[in-house]
């Protein structure tokens, strides 16, 4: 049926409403907790982050694929969807085509993962933890994550934003590494000197600072245990009405518009990534 022209705006400012409900999401943590949770989740998210990332460019190579569009499909792949690829974009000169066929693919493998990872989740008997860990890790786009965490159940959408923050808290490196990777690989590129600080500063993830802040204030007990309540509910809505943004943007249209050889590349990959991310929560994970 397609959106109204009028209603854009909101859609535009709902991905805002995301990563607000992020930030208050820190109320339901101590410091402890996020250290317990995230340590793990450090490890496991530099492991696959980095290695997709590395195997998507290599792939890309071998294929003829052009050096900017392996870059955005490795950075949305790996790193968090459509804000990855938005940020590496400027640093590779990526056309406005590239932008949209990587965001294409990132949001319909999403799209695919929310359908399978819940029913998956609960046939293999996974613990909240686990199944937090596998979407935390096996999802790209951070709004997809924690839907399909919440769809599995309340524990599970919470473990799976803070795989999610740990995973969005490498933007900035992700950024440098693969301008770095793309410009060696096209000469045509304009690849001034790289500047690593002023890249690393740019594109981190202002969201993630509020988040541990709130975490912070939890932990020296300055939030109420109403308080918590009611950033629960704030939370709830945040979320909804984020979910309902990407669905309400995505079509199914846009697969064929993404072309072949990027839906195959990256769909591959990301599978590979979900498959061995999966064999780690059952193994590592309790």
């Known amino acids: 049926m397609g959106v109204p022209n009028f209603l854009q705006p909101g859609l535009r400012f709902s991905t805002i409403l995301t ?11 101590s410091l402890i907790g996020l250290v317990t949770v995230g340590g793990q989740a450090l490890g496991m998210i530099f492991f696959f982050l980095f290695m997709s990332a590395v195997v998507l460019m290599w792939v890309g190579k071998k294929i003829n694929m052009s050096p900017s569009l392996s870059a955005c499909l490795a950075a949305g792949l790996s790193v968090c969807g459509v804000s990855a690829t938005i940020a590496v974009a400027p640093a590779v000169n990526a056309k406005k085509e590239e932008m949209a066929y990587s965001i294409a693919v990132v949001l319909m493998f999403g799209l ?52 999610n923050i740990g995973r969005v808290i490498f933007l900035p490196f992700i950024v440098l590494m693969l301008t770095i990777m793309a410009c060696q690989r096209e000469t045509s590129l304009s690849c001034e000197p790289v500047n690593k600080w002023q890249i690393i500063v740019s ?13 912070l204030l939890n932990t020296m007990g300055m939030i109420s245990e109403p308080a918590v309540k009611t950033a629960k509910t704030f939370m709830e809505w945040a979320f909804l009405l984020g979910f309902a943004s990407i669905g309400l943007t995505t079509r199914l249209s846009d697969l064929k518009a993404a072309g072949v050889s990027g839906v195959v590349v990256g769909f591959t990959i990301a599978s590979l990534k979900a498959g061995l991310a999966l064999l780690a929560v059952l193994y590592f994970i309790q």
């Open 19 to 29: 990563k607000t409900g992020i930030v208050i999401m820190g109320a339901k943590y």
């Open 112 to 163: 695919l993962a929310l359908v399978i990872f819940p029913p998956l989740g609960q046939w293999l008997n996974l613990s909240d933890a686990q199944y937090g860990a596998f979407a935390g890790v096996g999802i790209i786009n951070s709004a997809q994550v924690l839907a399909a965490g919440f769809g599995f159940s309340d524990e599970a959408g919470i473990i799976a934003g803070v795989y």
């Open 203 to 215: 594109k981190f993830p202002v969201f993630v600072l509020g988040f541990l802040t709130v975490v």
